[in-house]
């Protein structure tokens, strides 16, 4: 959906670099879930968000990989020290919190790492 | 460990068809259920979602669900060229809403 924004569209990273990845939600929404599609697999979830909080980490691998989305600004996912493996496409999703509503995903964050 | 699994596919069809994509999941709890269309190389779209056993249209689009089988299917009318990607199907299991995917099953509808 074109209200979810995340920057960049294209990343390319050395392996034993930090990436960023930025979402912002659509106006009005202030959960976000991280997705990771890697190559030839299906979407897998990773974190999800409220404003300042982090509500369920369950599918974030234990090391290298953190996520935040604070008061002001964009949600982050962060990867230090990247390996080859986390090349992937990572999507963000917002959604307003109403039963009757749905995730809209961002247009994703494609990560190669070198 | 949630799963949904959807028929692998590729599935072809010609323009005009019906084009049927299948999926099944594991978790009886799960409450709404999603079909996501995604282009290569794009970000997924949503489709249709259902909460309810039944079926449910959209324009060419009709979503069937029956919980007691755990199965959802997505039929395709008057199959378009235009339809032809990767269709993926989700399951939010109540939990915090965060859905999990099939791998998606890649359609091609032929001119």
């Known amino acids: 959906n074109a209200g979810v924004m995340q920057n960049p569209r294209h990343l390319v990273r050395r392996r034993g670099q930090e990436a960023r990845l930025r979402c912002s939600p659509m106006?009005?929404?202030?959960?976000v879930y991280w997705y990771r599609q890697l190559p030839e697999e299906g979407l897998k979830f990773m974190v999800y968000?409220?404003?300042?909080?982090?509500?369920?980490e369950s599918g974030m691998p234990k090391e290298r990989f953190s996520a935040e989305f604070p008061k002001e600004g964009p949600s982050i996912l962060r990867i230090q020290q990247v390996v080859r493996g986390d090349s992937a496409a990572y999507f963000c999703?917002?959604?307003?919190?109403?039963?009757?509503?749905?995730?809209?995903f961002g247009p994703g964050t494609r990560l190669t790492v070198l | 460990q949630k799963e949904v699994e959807q028929n692998s596919g590729p599935l072809s069809v010609p323009e005009g068809a019906i084009a049927s994509l299948n999926c099944t999941y594991s978790?009886?709890?799960?409450?709404?259920f999603f079909w996501y269309r995604q282009y290569s190389g794009k970000s997924p779209e949503l489709i249709m979602f259902?909460?309810?056993?039944g079926d449910k249209e959209d324009g060419r689009f009709t979503a069937q669900l029956n919980k007691a089988s755990q199965y959802v299917s997505l039929l395709i009318r008057d199959s378009q060229p235009s339809d032809s990607a990767t269709y993926l199907c989700?399951?939010?299991?109540?939990?915090?809403?965060?859905?999990?995917f099939g791998k998606g099953t890649l359609l091609t509808v032929n001119p």
């Open positions: 999703a917002s959604y307003a919190g109403s039963d009757t509503d749905t995730q809209y």
């Open positions: 106006k009005g929404h202030s959960h």
């Open positions: 968000l409220q404003k300042e909080n982090i509500i369920d």
């Open positions: 978790d009886r709890g799960s409450q709404s």
């Open positions: 259902i909460y309810s056993n």
């Open positions: 989700a399951v939010d299991g109540g939990s915090n809403y965060k859905l999990t």
